[in-house]
Every structure is written in C-alpha cells, then in structure tokens.
C-alpha cells in the first residue's frame, strides 16, 4: 500500500486532533502514514521517501502557520510531482456566511507558495478558552462574535468545537482512493467491504 506524509501546524491542536483523525482513516485502509508537526520536522526526513503528502494548517489572525509556509516553499518541487491534500482548519468554515472567507485563505496561501494540491479540506476549528490567556480570550470573543455571530455558542465561555468529524474522515477516504488510483492498488479495507455487500 502507499506511504502517506500528513505535515500540519496547530496552535492550541485541533488541527493536530483533525492530522490523527485523516492518519487513522489512512492506516485503517492499509497505509503507513508518518504524522509530523511542521515545528518538529527530523533533520533527515525526506518528502521524496513518500507516496503522497497532505499538508494542513490552521489560521490565526487571517495567516497559516509559518513553518507550514515554509515546509511547502522549501518542498514545492517533490510536492508538485506527487499527490498531494491540503486541509485548512478555522472559525470561517464552521458557518456559511464565513465559507468564502475560508476559501480565500487557502487562495491566498496558494497563490503565496505556488502550490497546488490536488484535493483541499476546509474544517472548522475550536474555541479554546481553557487554553487562551487573558489577551487571547478577548480577541477571541471578538473574533468569534464577528466570524460566528450566528452561533449562540460563540458567546459562552467554555470550549466549543466545531470540527465535523464526519467531513474529516470523508476527506481522508477521498485523499486515499484517489491516491490509491495513482498508484494502481485497491485498499484491502474497501475490498473487504465490497465483498461483504
Ligand atoms: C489568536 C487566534 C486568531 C485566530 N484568527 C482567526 C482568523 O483570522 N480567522 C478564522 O477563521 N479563524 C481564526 N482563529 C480560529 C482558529 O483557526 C481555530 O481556533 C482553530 O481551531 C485553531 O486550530 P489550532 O488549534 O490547530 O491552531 C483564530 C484563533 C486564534 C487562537
């Protein structure tokens, strides 16, 4: 089966949370997935060594995470020749009126980078109050308030997560049958359930 890189950055970690969720759905198929924070990359990691690449980030103050940027700057050229996802987690995705603010985060990291992947995940993120200082949570309110004024739950002070899970793992079985394709197997796990209908 395929070996899949799964590089992503996280601020407080939901999209280290959303980064398991798309490995496990890739490891129950039957890859070997290898998961690194953009921050903590090895030294001797190659991106070459790999079958396909998925980058995520989330964004923070309208950006993605610089060592994100610079994984695919630094990247662009193997990237470009294999298959390759991009996921974005953010408070824009999690209502309909902030989806196009959304859409042009990625355009924009797109068009920065040069870059572009074949598949894209949107997903949206968490309010993490327990894990803000006391500047952080301000803003944040803030930001919620603007982006998700629709939500009722953006005013509480508690954690809220707007992540569907279900979205995440539809993604990661996209990413995988079409990778799969690109390389001419079939997942032992859709073959199994294939059978059994
Ligand atoms: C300081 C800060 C700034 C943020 N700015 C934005 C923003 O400009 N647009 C947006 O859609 N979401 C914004 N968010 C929401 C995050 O994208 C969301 O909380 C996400 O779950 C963060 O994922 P992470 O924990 O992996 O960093 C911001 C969050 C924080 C903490």
Not at 150 to 158: L, Q, R, T
Request: proline fraction near 3%.
């Amino acid at each position: 089966m395929g070996s899949f890189l799964v590089c992503y950055g996280t601020g407080e970690g939901q999209t280290a949370t959303v980064a398991t969720r798309i490995a496990e759905t890739l490891t129950e198929r039957g890859h070997d997935v290898t998961s690194e924070n953009a921050d903590e990359i090895p030294s001797d990691l190659l991106v070459d060594d790999f079958d396909a690449v998925l980058v995520g980030a989330s964004v923070h103050r309208g950006a993605h995470q610089p060592a994100i940027r610079e994984f695919v700057r630094s990247n662009r050229d193997v990237l470009t020749s294999k298959p390759t996802a991009f996921f974005q987690v953010s408070l824009s995705s999690a209502t309909e009126t902030g989806r196009a603010q959304a859409a042009e985060y990625v355009d924009m990291f797109l068009e920065d980078t040069d870059w572009y992947p074949d598949r894209i995940g949107l997903f949206g993120g968490a309010l993490r109050y327990s894990k803000y200082g006391f500047l952080k949570r301000l803003m944040m309110k803030q930001i919620a308030r603007r982006t998700i004024s629709e939500m009722s739950e953006a005013d509480a002070s508690g954690d809220v997560e707007f992540t569907d899970w279900v979205e995440v793992e539809a993604f990661a079985a996209d990413v995988a049958a079409f990778v799969e394709g690109r390389l001419g197997v079939t997942s032992p796990a859709v073959s199994e359930s294939e059978l059994s209908e």
